[in-house]
């Protein structure tokens, strides 16, 4: 007999008529039973390990001078933090990869991609961002370059172009054009308003 599954019916079906379980119907019935046994222990498992709730922790940031506590989510960029969080939406997301430089700030003093940074990373920091470049209604001297120099088209690079400019100046790293270009190509300007901005943080350099 080259086709087994008639043979496997009637077995089944002799098997049922004379009052007994069947082969086939035990391994459902265990089956079954198994998998029903096992939805407990996987809904129990879910409450244990809380979910897909994250975990938060308090971090003070002190941001433009001004001091926060802050609960934060653990997986929270700091861009994220200044933006959603503290309503300082001069920072801007680009990328949001590190790639573009949009979203440079100063941590300490130094240019960080606030999009890579994690917030909770870095508790007691300094941070500051373009809002807080202005001093008592002066604009920042790279500000004031800035504009003098047309280093801008759209402007949505320019916060980050700004930042990191600071910081390249503090870094000692601004003695030329082509030094400049070197240390600012971290920041990418989609408009093309390099020599601008080139300009403009050498034009600030001189002053400091």
Request: contains cysteine.
């Amino acid at each position: 007999m080259t086709n087994h599954e008639p043979f496997i019916d009637g077995a089944v079906e002799t098997e049922e008529a004379r009052g007994g379980v069947s082969r086939r119907s035990l391994l459902l019935t265990v089956g079954g039973a198994a998998s029903l046994a096992a939805v407990p222990q996987v809904a129990a498992d879910s409450i244990s390990e809380g979910g897909p709730t994250a975990s938060t922790r308090r971090v003070r940031l002190a941001v433009n001078g001004t001091r926060h506590e802050l609960d934060l989510d653990t997986r929270q960029s700091l861009l994220d933090v200044l933006r959603e969080g503290l309503d300082l939406t001069g920072t801007k997301k680009g990328c949001n990869q590190g790639a573009c430089g949009a979203c440079t700030v100063l941590l300490n003093g130094k240019r960080v991609v606030s999009c890579l940074t994690l917030a909770v990373m870095h508790d007691g920091a300094e941070i500051e961002t373009i809002e807080g470049l202005e001093k008592n209604g002066e604009l920042h001297p790279l500000q004031s370059a800035f504009i003098e120099h047309d280093a801008l088209q759209c402007g949505f690079c320019t916060p980050g172009q700004i930042m990191s400019a600071v910081g390249c100046i503090a870094e000692g790293h601004a003695g030329s054009p082509a030094e400049i270009q070197f240390w600012m190509s971290g920041n990418i300007c989609r408009c093309g308003a390099y020599p601008g901005i080139v300009a403009a943080v050498a034009d600030a350099a001189k002053g400091t």
